[in-house]
């Protein structure tokens, strides 16, 4: 096993070793193999934006096979999907790609500023399909984050006794933070403390502004002249923390965007000792051939060949 891989798996001391064994799964897997990184394709838009939103603009995503086998052909490190999606696929792909069974999701039907996502699955369901992990989201400053920080103590547990390892999207968003305030360096450092101490794995946050938020916090990065000018800067302390780089931190690629805008972000990510990338609508919603293409020059940039 490679050095990287090792070296990771030792940050997570009290897992069992299922768990660690479906770490290094996710590690040990794709075209970033033994590289310590990762490029994970995320398909939860359909639940979360609904259908037209997110397959439209390339209508194959439809079909939930469409997006196993981009993952397999891009060479990602896993796929991850809420429950009607990986039950479509996970036995036809059965062994070919490390799968996240999404546990939680949320709909914009009813849309609100404090948002409490629905549980969708369980973790018995993430054995029946033979997933690596199960991913949970959580809203920090929601009015409703007591609940779902305590229904995803309680996933976490399950999960992490049967073996599977603990990915979990945390996305600042509620009634007391303003919409500047959901990216800002002081809330998205926060939310990747929230997720590490409530036991994941794996943290996916959104890339944070140089923005900060919260008057008190402010002060703090003024008086210790913590460094958030460039994004490399920023990426450098959402990982710092997370337990000071030990535990894994992606970062999400959000709305369809220019490419040479995500491959300089992933540039960023790379420099600020991040993680890697899970990047969903930016993948999916473009032709095939030119979504494998995509990812794999967002791998070569983690791989360092491309600079």
């Not at 939930?64 to 993952?71: G, I, N, V």
Request: glycine share 10%; proline share 5%.
């Amino acid at each position: 096993m490679a050095d990287h891989v090792q070296e990771i798996l030792s940050y997570y001391t009290s897992d069992n070793a299922g768990t660690k064994t479906n770490i290094a799964r996710l590690l040990n897997s794709g075209k970033l193999a033994g590289t310590g990184k990762l490029v994970i394709l995320p398909v939860d838009q359909g639940f979360e934006h609904g259908p037209a939103r997110s397959f439209a603009p390339n209508p194959p995503g439809y079909n939930p096979l469409y997006h196993f086998q981009l993952a397999i052909d891009a060479g990602c490190n896993a796929y991850a999907a809420p429950l009607g999606f990986l039950e479509a696929g996970a036995s036809q792909y059965a062994g070919q790609i490390p799968l996240i069974l999404k546990l939680n999701n949320h709909d914009v039907l009813h849309d609100d500023k404090d948002p409490l996502p629905s549980v969708t699955g369980s973790v018995k369901d993430a054995l029946r399909l033979g997933c690596a992990a199960v991913g949970f989201t959580i809203y920090p400053g929601s009015a409703h984050c007591n609940a779902m920080y305590e229904q995803l103590r309680a996933i976490a547990e399950d999960a992490k006794d049967s073996g599977l390892a603990v990915v979990v999207w945390s996305y600042p968003r509620g009634s007391a933070i303003s919409k500047e305030g959901e990216t800002a360096m002081d809330v998205v450092a926060y939310a990747a403390q929230i997720a590490a101490q409530l036991g994941a794995h794996v943290i996916k946050v959104k890339l944070p502004s140089a923005h900060l938020e919260q008057a008190a916090a402010k002060k703090v990065y003024d008086s210790s002249q913590i460094a958030i000018q460039t994004l490399a800067d920023r990426v450098r302390h959402v990982v710092q923390s997370a337990f000071d780089g030990r535990r894994i931190v992606i970062f999400s690629g959000g709305a369809k965007s220019e490419d040479k805008n995500v491959f300089e972000e992933a540039r960023a990510i790379r420099s600020g000792g991040g993680f890697g990338s899970i990047i969903g609508r930016n993948s999916f919603q473009r032709p095939k051939s030119e979504a494998v293409k995509f990812l794999q020059t967002i791998m070569g940039i983690y791989a360092g060949e491309i600079q």
